[in-house]
């Protein structure tokens, strides 16, 4: 299995999608294209709050350097 990642800001990268980030809807064979998940980042906090990302499936070890 070849690894595919992308790493970049959320605001710039949303900005030719309307907010969002992953999806149906990037071409296919795209890291960001995916049939199963929709990322979203067009909202904005009312308020100050924490964001958790969940990474599925995890990979024990991995980390983007």
Do not use: C, Q
């Amino acid at each position: 299995m070849t690894e595919r990642i992308h790493v970049g800001n959320a605001a710039a990268d949303a900005l030719g999608d309307r907010g969002w980030l992953l999806g149906h809807f990037k071409p296919e064979g795209e890291v960001r294209h995916s049939e199963h998940v929709e990322v979203d980042h067009s909202w904005v906090a009312e308020e100050e709050s924490v964001v958790m990302t969940v990474r599925w499936p995890s990979v024990s070890g991995y980390a983007v350097t």
